[in-house]
């Protein structure tokens, strides 16, 4: 293996932004991300026409506390003055420290947003909003209410349902009753969801959801602008019946009242999340007419209750790839009563709609580089992007990253580790919170095996040296403990007490460590097959997107380091961040965007893994840790 | 005026049929009315392949009990021996007195249905089911459980909806549990309903309903075979606010929970109906699965939730004129739950679904002679077919015709007077059922005032004359006496005392007669103007159907008396039945039938009456008895 160059600090920062007008919000992204990117992930709303590409110079920002190094591009768009009182371009500014940041009001009303890894989407909403004035009826035009409102209306073919009927005729009585005649037609695509008295433009929103197995996160959105209002997570309540999409399947097989619930909790969870996100934007649950949302094939299923088990069970079936003609409701959630909803399209089973909105708001399909794009879970999906080429595949990775089949395992919350570094004879912890390290975080169990790796603690076949093996040195020596007939390596003693019982310690065992080979070489199986499906190998990719929230809080000098990665220069390892809501977000915003989703499903060539001869032999070659 | 040829005999008859395999069924029908008219009606399946038009000779029925002479045809189809045997071709048996049918069952499975007056419908029901075995899936056939139903009907574009979804993968499911791969898919339009395991194919059905003012009519079809199963008729639950559309929409407008309880009446009634009829006919609810609505614009806005305050005040316009995407649970008809509804169309607020199914039923689009349908109501309307020309309106007929503003009026049930005969010095009643005379029907009321007229007890004027005008003969001039202020007609004296107090005889009043030339004058200023409108006068008319339950009972010689109806033949008017009725079943029958429905709702011209400068010209013109 070639040396690899000195790993980028790799703490996360904390950002205080200061939006003009809305409430303070603070933040926590990898270190190194721009204020741009953590502004967009996190939903607020930053001035830009580029897309973050540094040629706009609109996207501003006054680092109020901590330091942001002025950038190349920043004398360019700022005097000195500006530069000393802390202005920077977003899109060129990195947080490496914990920083305070005012962003500026809004200088144009975009009529482009900023999505998705860098993603300029022109608003060009399924969802628009008509103000008109028809004309009064009289015995000489006597057109029903229906025709008036079609003939106001030449450039759409309406479909008008009955509830859409009644609210146009009650709208239209009141504009009787007010005088002034003005109304306005709520239409999503072809579909008049509602008439409103008077002129309702200024007022439109949607929500974009990312339905995850662990968490959910809420997106409101302003389509009148293209900004984001606000943004909301919150575990998905299904946890309560398992933590993986495995475990919330076999509930169902078992129980056959399972189903039920689990659809009511996902309701539940995306209703709330709604409550939540309008409270805080000001906006009434009413104004809301559209609804997006991307979640993998079972929470689809799930939320939709269709029964999952032919998901859980080969050969991998779902009931249907799209769903047409969805309403919020038919997701429990409550905003206008016929809110309509854009559900992702899923690729296969195990390709969900997540994956095809994070192919989108990465544009897998847009651009001609050599590209993977890997989304770490219990199930790993693989796209990669070569020139005309789009291929995908998903591997069985296990729980490991979710922290299930460690011993000391944990969900990414305070007291986790989540860093995990190994100097001299030290090991110096990153913890959640300012408490106790409590378990180990899949972020940072792939960090404790490859600095034990790197320190020699574990040879190439992943085993775990004796304390007494040449060259370790004597602080980790002591480290190297048994747990019943286990070797296990302590990282951290109850009480700092290196005398204390190891069993009560937090500790990674031997077992452990081939949890995490067999993860990692399931991954690296599959991206393997396909690079070579292409033709291609590890060294032809020049970019490696990490998706999802576990994807963007890995380390990725650690993960080339245990080989789940493609071995490539770490600046092409790029943490895309929570892309399946930043595909959410772009269907909404954008009807062309949604077109390009479709194209990309009728594009994309799935590799089944299950049934390959080779699999097996690959995956005990991919086994090893690269040494 | 010329003298006109004898009346026929105006009685009422009973029939009793006996259908093979079915309970009997005991009808009323004008005297004169075929029985193969007389079984359609009621919805009592016949053999028929011509549409009773005498040439297929498949009708066949046997009169057990009374009398039917042997028509020209009947030598054709049968032996002396049969015909001694009482069997006769049911198109060219008249009914003159009660009788008792045999019918025998259906020798051939129709692929066609005759409906209407006489219209032969080509079975090619929306409504259809498809059974299909569909292939397993396997590693290398993982086509979702849509794109293989959807492969499996490449002659359809479905449309399949969430609940469909559901439907199919259940389907799918209990096929592949049981073994046997068979499921059946259930489709109207291009909108899968859903899905059923196993071959099921032999059971689809649909019902008609005729949604009235007064009467709700459901008839039950088998859309495999397109014969009628079972039929029930209920009054319209709504009665309770008001008789009549205006009443109803007055109630809306002064109560704001009047809508939605009329709404609930509405649903009510349909869904009571419909357990009727499914009962009766051994069908499960879950087998209907479209149902089709014909009712004038104010029942079908009512019974759609949608406010019918601007049906009720100029300049009377309609929130639409058709209804797309409707279920049969918007109506709050409990089949299958995703059972579709097809609802007749509108031309005007005063022309309704029920005319256009009218209009339908009788062929006024198909026939080339000049032809009035008068369909007497409180609102009577009026088609005008002419050629390639058809013409429509709606006269202000008043509630004379509903019993409602006569004094002694009552609807036509038991007790009520529904024919009036004078003859000498002598007035025999008709009533229905065996009770003594309570009140006059508004075919007795018309036939009560043709027959005075006749008798000169009522001049041209519309005068009642004095007790002793000249050639009144004593035992009328008996009957003219004073009530309060008024001079009144004593149709019937309590316990046949005429020295009775004649308040509380059954009378008709001179305000009574007033009312029923308002009523007539209307009607016939109508016609006059829609044959006006077309160069044409009285004479032209070859045909006058006359539509609905009213119309069915009115006597053609008094409504030819009294100038209701043009002074045509007798023979040429004719009592067209339930046309509204039947127009629903056509459509459930046929998608060309719905199309025909559609394509007249655009051919038909509608003459607004109420801003024409000549109206109350006309009107009193026609208000004078033609003597």
Redesign the interface.
């Known amino acids: 293996m070639t040396a690899l160059p000195e790993p980028p600090a790799q703490d996360r920062v904390r950002i205080r932004f200061d939006p003009d007008g809305a409430r303070p919000r603070e933040v926590r992204v990898p270190a190194g991300a721009t204020l741009f990117d953590a502004a967009s992930w996190n939903g607020i709303a930053v001035d830009s026409t580029c897309g973050g590409h540094g040629t706009c110079r609109k996207c501003r920002m006054r680092v109020v506390e901590g330091d942001v190094p002025v950038s190349r591009l920043d004398p360019r768009a700022f005097g000195p003055e500006e530069l000393r009182a802390g202005w920077r371009l977003a899109c060129r500014a990195r947080a490496e420290q914990d920083l305070r940041v005012e962003v500026p009001p809004l200088v144009t009303r975009p009529k482009a947003a900023t999505v998705g890894v860098g993603r300029q989407v022109i608003l060009r909403p399924a969802l628009q909003k008509r103000c008109l004035t028809l004309p009064e009826?009289?015995?000489?035009?006597?057109?029903?209410?229906?025709?008036r409102l079609r003939d106001a209306l030449p450039d759409l073919e309406l479909?008008?349902?009955?509830p859409a009927?009644?609210g146009?005729?009650?709208a239209l009585?009141a504009a009787d009753h007010t005088g002034d005649r003005a109304v306005t037609a709520v239409v999503v695509d072809d579909v008049l969801v509602d008439v409103e008295p008077g002129d309702t433009t200024a007022r439109l929103f949607g929500i974009a959801f990312d339905l995850g197995t662990t968490t959910v996160v809420a997106t409101l959105l302003d389509l009148a602008t293209g900004t984001p209002v606000a943004v909301a997570s919150r575990l998905n309540p299904q946890q309560s019946h398992g933590a993986d999409v495995i475990t919330r399947i076999s509930a169902t097989m078992t129980d056959p009242t399972a189903l039920d619930r689990l659809t009511a909790l996902a309701h539940e969870g995306l209703d709330r999340l709604t409550a939540e996100v309008c409270a805080d934007g000001g906006v009434d649950r009413r104004e809301v007419y559209e609804i997006a949302v991307a979640g993998n094939a079972t929470m689809t299923h799930l939320a939709?209750?269709?029964?999952p088990?032919?998901l859980g069970v080969?050969?991998?079936?779902?009931?249907?790839?799209s769903?047409?003609?969805?309403t919020a409701a038919?997701l429990g959630v409550r905003v206008h009563p016929r809110a309509r909803a854009y559900v992702f399209p899923a690729l296969?089973?195990y390709v969900g709609g997540d994956i095809v909105a994070g192919a989108l708001a990465s544009g897998m399909d847009r651009d001609r580089r050599i590209r993977l794009f890997i989304d770490i879970g219990t199930n790993c999906e693989i796209l990669l992007a070569a020139g005309d080429r789009l291929l995908a595949t998903a591997a069985p990775a296990g729980p490991a990253f979710e922290g299930a089949a460690i011993r000391c395992g944990m969900r990414a919350a305070p007291g986790a580790v989540e860093g995990v570094k190994i100097s001299d004879d030290d090991v110096v912890l990153q913890v959640i919170g300012d408490v106790e390290p409590a378990g180990l975080a899949g972020s940072g169990l792939v960090d404790a095996v490859a600095a034990m790796v790197a320190a020699g603690l574990v040879d190439a076949s992943g085993r775990l040296v004796a304390p007494d093996a040449p060259g370790v040195p004597p602080g980790l020596a002591t480290r190297l403990r048994q747990v019943g007939q286990e070797r296990v390596f302590v990282l951290h003693f109850r009480g700092h007490d290196p005398d204390g019982d190891p069993a009560d310690a937090l500790y990674l065992s031997q077992r452990d460590i081939r949890e995490l080979q067999f993860a990692k070489a399931a991954i690296s199986t599959g991206w393997q097959l396909l690079l070579e499906e292409q033709g291609l190998t590890a060294a032809d990719v020049t970019q490696v997107l990490l998706a999802g929230s576990f994807g963007s809080y890995l380390a990725p000098t650690a993960a080339v380091r245990i080989g789940l990665v493609p071995e490539v220069a770490l600046l092409r390892i790029v943490s895309a961040g929570n892309v399946a809501g930043e595909g959410a977000k772009m269907a909404l915003l954008s009807v062309r965007e949604r077109a390009a989703a479709q194209a990309l499903l009728e594009e994309v060539h799935y590799v089944?893994l299950?049934?390959r001869a080779d699999f097996n032999d690959r995956f005990v070659e991919r086994l090893a840790f690269p040494v």
């Open positions: 009826p009289s015995l000489a035009d006597q057109r029903t209410d229906v025709e479909r008008v349902d009955l009927i009644r146009l005729a009650a009585r939709l209750g269709l029964d088990e032919p080969a050969p991998f079936v779902m009931a249907s790839r769903f047409d003609g969805l038919d296969g089973a089944e299950s049934d």
